[in-house]
């Protein structure tokens, strides 16, 4: 993370000095406040209902639906607890995670993501163009993963990603499909959930996944920063898929911006449960009835922080629009429709080619 461009910079706050390249300085009124008070956090609920074979009664996948509507709609956010995804196919990947990050650059550099296959390893990310305390090395679920050629949107051909197929630690690729395999399962049950708490049929978003989907898995890691109260590990951002599962090691840094009042709430560690968000495609689809929310990415100055976000995107060819199901004349369309692979497409070249403009984001499409 460190360069020739290194300057010392004097904290505003505190007396210590910190050496930050002045790419990741956030402007002030984006800069973390590190408290170290804990708010009421996000919920944690509870899917032995659907991963425990024997529950029969109606009422409790009822109840189930419920809590994950309300934790949708006044949170954006969740947390799950007895999820089905096996602890020991977790501690595999987080710890195969840790081994190649530990390699030195050069080894990582060899797994480079470039800008015909955006995938890979990369240490230069940057959110609303300034640099993310933090390097990744992301993987495709599906290998190769079909995608557009081009940005033109009348344009039909299509193009592949292939994964990297890094040599260290042994059986990487195995242990991250492995992974991938579980957090698959997780995210369609997850879908169910969430269209059953719209009034949808259970499978009603299952058709844009079935076939050749776009997901990605990222694993991220966050070294210790000289400056934590000027740079972020990841700004603030919203997740542009359907949703994210991810897994928080035990140092915690993620924020999530709380709605009715914009406060930024930490997100406790706690072994075992996956964080969920809602991202912009259940806003398009659900025509706003539930939002993607704003998260971010505190730094330490002691700690090495790890992550592992799955990102469920649908095929490149799904035509992204507010379901009929839920627009009628009072309660109209608020977006136009628009294609996935397209819009995937464009954030990965504005990303990669750092523009200095802000990335393609939902509310191009919204209808004003
Ligand atoms: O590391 C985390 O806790 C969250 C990362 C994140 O929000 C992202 O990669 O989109
Ligand atoms: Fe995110």
């Known amino acids: 993370m460190r360069n020739s461009r290194q300057v010392v910079i004097q904290s505003e706050s505190t007396t210590t000095m910190g050496e930050v390249d002045?790419?990741?300085?956030?402007?002030?009124?984006?800069?973390?406040?590190?408290?170290?008070?804990?708010?009421?956090?996000?919920?944690?609920?509870?899917?032995?209902?659907?991963?425990?074979?024997?529950?029969?009664?109606?009422?409790?996948?009822?109840?189930?639906?419920?809590?994950?509507?309300?934790?949708?709609?006044?949170?954006?956010?969740?947390?799950?607890?007895?999820h089905g995804v096996p602890l020991?196919?977790?501690?595999?990947?987080?710890?195969?995670?840790?081994?190649?990050?530990?390699?030195s650059t050069e080894e990582k550099r060899k797994v480079s993501?470039?800008?015909?296959n955006p995938?890979?390893?990369?240490?230069?990310?940057?959110?609303?163009?300034?640099?993310?305390?933090?390097?990744?090395?992301?993987?495709?679920?599906r290998d190769p993963t079909f995608v557009p050629l081009t940005l033109h949107e009348h344009d039909d051909q299509i193009t592949q990603w292939t994964n990297p197929n890094p040599q260290y630690p042994p059986n990487f690729r195995g242990v991250i499909e492995e992974y991938i395999e579980e957090m698959e399962k997780l995210s369609f049950k997850l879908l169910e959930l969430i269209a059953l708490s719209l009034g949808l049929e259970a499978k009603r978003f299952e058709e844009f996944f079935i076939k050749d989907q776009t997901s990605n898995i990222r694993f991220n890691h966050y070294p210790p920063c000289p400056s934590p109260h000027l740079a972020l590990g990841v700004g603030r951002h919203k997740d542009a898929g359907a949703l994210t599962i991810l897994a928080q090691d035990?140092?915690?840094?993620?924020?999530?911006?709380?709605?009715?009042?914009?406060e930024w709430v930490p997100v406790k560690p706690t072994p075992n449960v996956y964080i969920i968000n809602v991202g912009d495609l259940v806003q398009v689809w659900s025509n706003e009835?539930?939002?993607?929310?704003?998260?971010?990415?505190?730094?330490?100055?002691?700690k090495d922080r790890f992550s592992i976000p799955f990102f469920f995107f649908p095929a490149h060819d799904t035509q992204v629009k507010p379901?009929?199901?839920?627009?009628?004349?009072?309660?109209?369309?608020?977006?136009?429709?628009?294609?996935?692979?397209k819009f995937l497409a464009r954030r990965k070249s504005d990303n990669f080619k750092k523009k200095n403009v802000e990335n393609i984001h939902v509310t191009h499409f919204k209808i004003a």
């Open 22 to 82: 002045p790419v990741f300085i956030q402007d002030p009124q984006h800069r973390p406040k590190l408290s170290s008070i804990q708010l009421q956090g996000i919920p944690v609920i509870d899917l032995s209902p659907i991963t425990n074979n024997t529950v029969s009664d109606p009422s409790v996948i009822e109840s189930l639906v419920k809590e994950i509507g309300n934790a949708c709609k006044e949170w954006g956010f969740f947390q799950v607890k007895n």
């Open 88 to 103: 020991a196919v977790r501690q595999r990947v987080e710890e195969a995670s840790r081994l190649f990050f530990a390699q």
């Open 113 to 116: 993501r470039d800008e015909n």
């Open 119 to 141: 995938v890979g390893y990369y240490d230069t990310e940057h959110t609303k163009n300034v640099r993310d305390w933090k390097e990744v090395f992301d993987f495709q679920a």
């Open 250 to 262: 035990e140092v915690g840094g993620l924020e999530v911006k709380r709605k009715p009042d914009g």
């Open 289 to 302: 009835a539930y939002e993607s929310v704003e998260h971010r990415v505190t730094t330490n100055s002691a």
């Open 323 to 341: 379901l009929e199901e839920l627009i009628n004349e009072q309660n109209p369309a608020k977006y136009r429709p628009y294609k996935w692979g």
